[in-house]
């Protein structure tokens, strides 16, 4: 709540055995069923005071629970239970925080908890942080990470250039994912690369390693050296480019949800695979995650009546990616470290000059230290803010 909205109040109750209805003061009505509310008594007998933690089961609560009263005691309700004559208190805050009705929106993961972009949406602004302030400043590192859970995607400047700094990055915010890649990646020209990332030529927009089961929610490359020429990054919403899928062919983005397809990466020492769709959504049917890497495809195990409709939804949705309006590019210059959702925003280079070094240093991370970190941070400030 902002510091100028009026407070939510209770403006009345009533209950029958099955339910308990509010009436709160904007209007808008509370409808918490007897089964659920029992669930969520928080008394010490049901919830571990320090934890918070519950300590009952669900088969603990009889399966004919009902309400036999409900009275306001100033900021709270208190419920009686039958046939256990159990009582609840709830804060009436309690209440407001956490009832289906205000509070429906529930899953940062999916488009309808982000602000989606194409390349007009920053009017050349993009998000960025100055890592010194990253650093110290609790309020800058909210927003930026509150830029992050938005958009994708923030730039942090004046980065030291110290090798393996992208770790002690990510430990602002969270833990290292490591994989068989190692805790970081060095991202230049390799002889023999077993990556096509790892040679000068330009990538297409794309996920990273879609092969992993979890994939890393979260991707940074830090520059320590860019003097070829070309190598400008590419970044592009994903979740946009779905919605606008879904809206010229609903079809192909249904395909794409239900379809499950074949990722792969083999070197001498490794041998990932994964089955999974494109796109993933939620219960109400948007999106929570894309996987998309042309170059990781492996063996298409596909049903052959399904071949033709997979390749037509495939090719627009590749197509869609490919379009400008929808891309931002940039040239990541030394001292700059992008990070993004790597669930969501697709990544992309030009190729680059043989003369001249180009240097990034990657690693990856995943989306719960920084949401946990985010949420910490957000709990800090309305405290404060008391
Ligand atoms: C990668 C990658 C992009 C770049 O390493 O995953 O896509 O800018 N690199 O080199
Ligand atoms: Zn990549």
């Known amino acids: 709540m902002s510091i100028n909205e009026t407070p939510i109040k209770l403006e ?38 320090v934890s918070g933690q519950r300590l009952l089961n669900i088969t603990d609560i009889p399966v004919d629970i009902r309400i036999a009263n409900v009275a306001q005691n100033d900021v709270m309700l208190v419920v009686d239970f039958a046939p256990d004559s159990h009582q609840s208190e709830f ?13 429906v929106q529930m899953d940062v993961r999916s488009e309808s ?23 110290d400043s609790p309020d ?44 970081l990646f060095e991202v230049r020209t390799k002889v023999d690369a077993n990556n096509l990332a790892f040679t000068n030529l330009g990538l297409g927009c794309h996920l990273d390693n879609p092969y992993r089961d979890p994939v890393p929610g979260i991707q940074l490359l ?25 809206d010229e062919n609903p079809q192909h983005f249904e395909t794409l949800c ?6 792969r990466f083999q070197d001498t020492n490794t041998d990932l695979h994964s089955r999974v769709p494109m796109f993933e959504t939620n219960d109400k049917n948007e999106i929570i995650k894309v996987r998309y890497n042309n170059r990781s495809i492996g063996t298409l195990k596909l049903d052959p009546d399904q071949v033709t409709e997979f390749y037509a939804a495939y090719r627009h949705y590749a197509e869609i990616i490919e379009r400008e309006v929808l891309q931002i590019q940039f040239k990541l210059n030394p001292g700059e470290l992008m990070m993004f959702d790597n669930t969501r925003v697709l ?28 949420n910490t941070l957000k709990t800090k400030t309305l405290r404060l803010a008391d």
């Not at 209950?15 to 089964?35: C, H, K, M, P, V």
């Not at 804060?91 to 509070?103: G, T």
């Not at 830090?222 to 879904?246: K, P, V, Y």
């Not at 239900?258 to 990722?263: A, P, S, T």
């Open 222 to 246: 830090h520059c320590l050296q860019s003097s070829t020429t070309g190598g400008e990054s590419i970044l592009q919403d994903g979740f946009m480019a779905a919605n606008i899928l879904r």
């Open 113 to 135: 908890g982000k602000k989606l972009w194409q390349k007009s949406s920053f009017g050349g602004k993009l998000p960025r942080c100055n890592y010194d302030l990253f650093c």
């Open 140 to 183: 800058s590192k909210q927003s930026a990470l509150q830029s992050f859970k938005d958009f994708g995607f923030v730039i942090l400047d004046d980065v030291p250039g110290n090798e393996g700094q992208v770790l002690k990055v990510i430990n602002q915010f969270g833990f290292v994912r490591e994989t068989n890649y190692g805790p």
């Open 258 to 263: 239900r379809q499950w397809i074949n990722y």
């Open 347 to 374: 990544h992309a280079r030009n190729g680059y000059s043989k003369g001249g070094v180009r240097h990034l240093q990657g690693a990856y991370s995943d989306l719960d230290g920084l949401y946990s970190t985010l």
């Open 91 to 103: 804060s009436i805050s309690w209440l407001l925080d956490n009832c289906y009705c205000l509070n």
């Open 12 to 49: 009345k109750f009533s209950f029958t055995e099955n339910q308990l209805t509010i009436i709160w003061s904007d209007g808008r009505t509370s409808q918490l069923a007897a089964i659920w509310l029992r669930d969520h008594c928080q008394m010490p007998q049901s919830r571990d005071p």
